[in-house]
C-alpha cells in the first residue's frame, strides 16, 4: 500500500513538473518578461537574467521546490522533492553547472531526468 502511495506521489510531481515546462515554454513567463509587462517596456532581444560572472550561471527558486537554472541565453529547471531531485534537460552551456545550482539549493541527488528532445 505505501509503495502505490510514493509511485502515485512520485507520479503527480512529474506530471506537474511535465506542466509547469509546458507552461513556461509556451508563455516565455520568466522574472525579466514580467518585470517588462509591469513597467510598459520591452527588454532587450536575447538578454536573460543577470548572471554572476563567477558561477556562470543563476538559480532561482520559482515555487514550491521548483527552480529554474539559466546561464543568460538557456534556461532548464529541477523539482526538488521528497524523493529526490527531478532535472529537466541539461542545455550545453549548463551542463557542467547544472549538478552545481542543484546542489546549490538542495543535498538530495538527482533521481529522475527528463528529457525533452526526439530520441531517435
Known sequence: ????NKYTT???ELIGLIVWTAF???SGVTDVSIHAQ????RPEVGAGPPVPREKDYVVQEIRS???????GTYNTMFLVTNSGVVAVDAPPTLGPN???AIAEVN??????????????
Do not use: A, H, I
Open 1 to 4: 500500500m505505501q509503495r502505490k
Open 10 to 12: 512520485w507520479k503527480l
Open 24 to 26: 513556461f515554454t509556451v
Open 38 to 41: 509591469e513597467s510598459n517596456c
Open 65 to 71: 521546490g521548483l527552480y529554474w537554472v539559466s546561464d
Open 98 to 100: 547544472y549538478l552545481k
Open 107 to 120: 543535498p538530495q541527488p538527482v533521481k529522475y531526468l527528463t528529457y525533452s528532445g526526439l530520441l531517435e
